[in-house]
């Protein structure tokens, strides 16, 4: 019998997530990650997980080391590297330092994604990448031999 209340009381207990706070789905085991703020082992799939993308000078000292370089000024001639960071926290510092927020229930069953922040590039669209192969003249309009040193065919039918 008290098998049978064990089984009756664990199959009616409430669930606060649909997912139970993990992402885990069919694996029995995930790796464990470091909390990015308190090294804390979380596992990978529950872990609150932020890319950031930041220069690795600070706009304050962009000016100071664009005056400096040798390289040319103009817009788009150089650009200064950037730091890819992928951050995870434990839910505990992900609340604390505001990456997520406490939901009520009813927002707890809004599952669409939160937007994207990119930042708008103000260059011209791409062309499509059919047209941005360009390596120079094709190897018979130039005249020269075709690819790994085999003469081109309309060079080898003129010498024939």
């Not at 609340?95 to 009520?104: A, G, P, Q, T």
Request: proline share 8%; hydrophobic share 35%; with cysteine.
């Amino acid at each position: 019998t008290h098998m049978a209340t064990a089984l009756l009381s664990r199959s009616i207990m409430t669930q606060k997530r649909r997912n139970n706070g993990r992402n885990k789905h069919g694996r029995g085991h995930v790796r464990a990650v470091r909390c990015t703020n308190c090294a804390r082992c979380v596992p990978k799939d529950k872990s609150i997980k932020k890319f950031v993308i930041r220069n690795i000078v600070e706009s304050a000292a962009v000016r100071d080391i664009t005056e400096a370089s040798v390289y040319a000024q103009e817009k788009g001639q150089f650009a200064l590297p950037k730091l890819y960071a992928k951050l995870h926290y434990c839910v505990s510092c992900a609340i604390h330092s505001k990456v997520v927020r406490n939901r009520s229930r009813e927002a707890r069953r809004d599952r669409t994604p939160p937007p994207n922040f990119r930042p708008k590039r103000d260059d011209a669209p791409r062309p499509p990448r059919d047209q941005q192969r360009t390596g120079g003249a094709p190897a018979a309009a130039a005249g020269g031999a075709g690819s790994f040193g085999a003469p081109a065919p309309a060079a080898a039918a003129a010498t024939a």
